[in-house]
């Protein structure tokens, strides 16, 4: 066999030659056959080794001076074959999972590198009121790749209702930034909206009844 991938057939291409493959083994085998010339030249080889232990005279083996394989010897190849494939596929499942690992590593250091380039080491605060003496809260904007973050430090609002995050540009459309549930005690939450940093001009909290809650707007520059 040509490659180091083509190994990983070695298993599977005598168990197909003595016509013990099951699936889906065999059908993965198959599919690569259909692209790989090397082993399609090493199965036929094993098949006809195979064909040629059938026609074997086993009285006249026995009158040689060669030793008799044991009559185990078959069970002992085929589970030899067996442990081979297993391995193959514990290997195919570590690689995938190594795969996975590496990809999610890099997600996290690509939004690590977002937060910490374009979020600014500070960003912009600002100072929102409510009509209700009892809620206080401010924000903090942040520049980001795809719009603005909004670090919201609010306490007061009710225990367990529903809230919405909103920023507004120049064109008084409001763009969402999130839900959250609130409490009475202090929070710190973060979220984002897809209006760039500066065009935000507003940031305002409404409740389920779509009355707004919390008002603020940016200083100009």
């Known amino acids: 066999m040509a490659t180091e991938a083509c190994r990983e057939w070695r298993g599977d291409l005598g168990v197909e030659a003595l016509g013990r493959l ?9 599919a690569h056959l259909d692209g790989c010339a090397d082993c399609r030249s090493a199965l036929a080889e094993l098949t006809a080794v195979s ?3 059938d026609l074997a005279d086993a009285e006249r083996v026995g009158e040689t001076d060669l030793p008799i394989p044991s009559g185990d010897l078959g069970d002992r190849i085929l589970g030899r074959l067996q442990w081979e494939r297993t391995a193959k596929r514990r290997r195919r499942a570590r690689n995938a999972v190594a795969s996975l690992v590496g990809v999610a590593a890099a997600v996290v250091v690509a939004v690590m590198l977002v937060a910490g380039t374009h979020g600014g080491a500070h960003g912009t ?4 009121e409510s009509p209700d003496h009892r809620v206080h809260a401010s924000a903090v904007l942040f520049k980001q790749v795809a719009g603005t973050r909004v670090r919201l430090d609010v306490a007061g609002l009710d225990d367990g209702e529903w809230y919405w995050l909103w920023v507004t540009g120049a064109d008084g459309k409001r763009v969402a930034a999130g839900t959250f549930t609130a409490s009475s005690r202090h929070e710190n939450l973060t979220m984002s909206a897809a209006l760039p940093f500066d065009r935000t001009k507003r940031v305002w909290v409404t409740d389920a009844k779509n009355q707004v809650v919390l008002d603020g707007y940016v200083a100009s520059s």
């Open 22 to 30: 099951e699936e889906p083994e065999r059908t993965a085998l198959l």
């Open 51 to 53: 064909a040629a232990l």
């Open 125 to 128: 605060a600002v100072a929102l």
